[in-house]
């Protein structure tokens, strides 16, 4: 079985442990039984509005342990990354979770919320890119200014195209990403998964063969075999992608991880 394989594993949480506010079937099971066997976890997932506490919180209100040193999201990775590159201050669009992780991480940020022309002229060394559901046409305008004049680094978070809510679906990361790349001409140095960079910061501390378990092709099997290691894909509620890399092994559901057959 695939758990007797790897000494660590990597988790996304939509699509894998969690629909909205459920647990996909088997995912309490088989992170209990993981968790028996004392083997290490990590999450891995390209939300870029939540901070981590708030994701272990809600993964713990459907029974599933989790702990904040063991979650990596997209947020958490661009503030790192932003920090390393010791940026003086930071441009931000996102929301409230992707500010908090970038204060945690001690990322100064500009907090202006105008244009860079007039009284108030916002300098920033960095445009860091997340989902920001108040986004205007001024605050692109500022980004797009610092990016393209003034030289400042242009960080993304994801560049995830879209995403499921209630009401239909909705514009990702990667369509404010989109906007600031067709205004200025720049690519964006994209920190979550397929890049490699999540990855990374995910995999540091562990040891031995570790697996990345997804339901995205494109995502998190792409990613994982880019960061070198193999992609298990979990098929309950994957969406139907038509071209993707081949997975390293599939399974129904996470507890697939311990069927005799795999
Ligand atoms: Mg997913």
Redesign the pocket.
């Known amino acids: 079985m695939l758990a007797d394989q790897y000494d660590a594993f990597l988790f ?5 442990l969690i629909v909205g506010d459920y647990p996909v079937d088997g995912a309490v099971d088989a992170l209990a039984r993981l968790r028996e066997r004392g083997t290490p976890i990590r999450f891995v997932t390209n939300n870029s509005r939540s901070t981590r506490q708030a994701l272990c919180e809600h993964l713990r209100d459907l029974d599933i342990e989790a702990n904040v040193e063991e979650m990596y999201t997209a947020a958490s990775a661009t503030a790192a990354h932003l920090a390393d590159m010791r940026s003086e201050s930071v441009y931000v669009l996102g929301g409230d979770g992707f500010a908090a992780e970038m204060a945690r991480q001690g990322v100064k940020r500009t907090d202006a919320t105008h244009g860079i022309d007039g009284a108030g002229v916002v300098t920033a060394d960095a445009v860091a890119v997340g989902l920001d559901r108040t986004v205007t046409y001024d605050k692109l305008a500022a980004a797009t200014r610092l990016i393209s004049d003034h030289g400042a680094a242009f960080v993304a978070a994801n560049n995830d195209n879209a995403y499921p809510t209630a009401e239909g679906i909705a514009p990702g990361t990667g369509a404010l990403v989109a906007a600031l790349r067709t205004a200025t001409g720049r690519e964006p140095t994209i920190i979550g998964k397929p890049h490699p960079e999540l990855f990374e910061q995910a995999l540091s501390g562990l040891e031995g063969d570790v697996a990345m378990v ?3 092709l494109e995502s ?1 099997i792409r990613g994982a075999q880019r960061a070198g290691i193999p992609g298990i894909h979990v098929t309950a509620h994957a969406r139907t992608e038509n071209e993707g890399p081949t997975p390293d092994a599939t399974i129904d559901t996470p507890y697939g991880l311990f069927n005799a057959e795999t």
């Open positions: 996304d949480l939509d699509g894998v997804g339901d995205s998190d």
